[in-house]
C-alpha cells in the first residue's frame, strides 16, 4: 500500500513549495550539484568513496551541466518511519529530454536530505534551475515492522548542509 501525497508529506521537512505534493508522492528538489573526482574503492570490508567538486550554480541560479554523471542532493530531509519504505523514481520530463535520475531505496528509519545521480545523456546538455523538482518519493508501508531499521552511515546525512 503506498501513501498518497497528502500523507506521505507528514515525513518531510524543508519543502520549497507545496506544489511539490502530488497525488502518490512528494517531489524532491534539486539543492546542490557535484562532479566525481576520483574511484570508488568497495570491498567486503573495506569502503572508500570518492572525492566531489560542488558545481555552483550561475549568478541567474541556474546551472549548465554538460554530457556527463553528476552527483544531486536534495533540498527537503526525509525521515522514513520503521514501517515504511520509500523509492524514489525521477520526474518523467528529465526522461524525455535525455537525463536520467537514478535513486536507491530509502530504508525504514533513514534521516536525512538524500542524494542520487544525475546521468546528463542529453548531447546538448541540461539547463536547470536550482531548487526545481527532479524525483518523486513515494513511501510503501510494509506488511510488519522490520526486526531492525536503517542504522547505515548514511543515516543523518547532509543535515548541516
Same mark, same amino acid.
Given at each position: 500500500?503506498?501513501?498518497?501525497? /497528502? ?19 512528494? /517531489? ?32 541567474? +541560479? ?44 530509502? /530504508? ?43 542504522? +547505515? ?6 543535515? /548541516?548542509?
Amino acid at each position: 500500500m503506498a501513501l498518497p501525497g /497528502d500523507e506521505a508529506v507528514n515525513f518531510i521537512t524543508n519543502l520549497v513549495s507545496q506544489g511539490q505534493i502530488q497525488p502518490a508522492g512528494v /517531489d524532491l528538489s534539486l539543492r546542490k550539484v557535484f562532479k566525481l573526482k576520483s574511484h570508488l574503492t568497495l570491498g567486503r570490508e573495506r569502503r572508500s568513496l570518492p572525492e566531489f567538486e560542488e558545481v555552483e550554480p550561475g549568478s541567474d +541560479g541556474w546551472w549548465y551541466l554538460s554530457q556527463g554523471v553528476y552527483k544531486v542532493m536534495f533540498n527537503e530531509v526525509v525521515s522514513v518511519p520503521e514501517d515504511y519504505v520509500a523509492l524514489c523514481f525521477p520526474r518523467s520530463t528529465l526522461l524525455r529530454s535525455g537525463v536520467l535520475l537514478v535513486c536507491t531505496v530509502w /530504508d525504514p528509519g533513514y534521516v536525512g536530505r538524500g542524494e542520487a545521480l544525475l546521468h546528463v545523456m542529453n548531447p546538448y546538455g541540461l539547463k536547470i534551475e536550482r531548487c526545481t523538482p527532479v524525483a518523486q518519493l513515494v513511501f510503501v508501508k510494509l506488511l510488519k515492522k522490520p526486526s531492525r531499521t536503517y542504522k +547505515g552511515i548514511y543515516r543523518g546525512e547532509n543535515l /548541516d548542509k
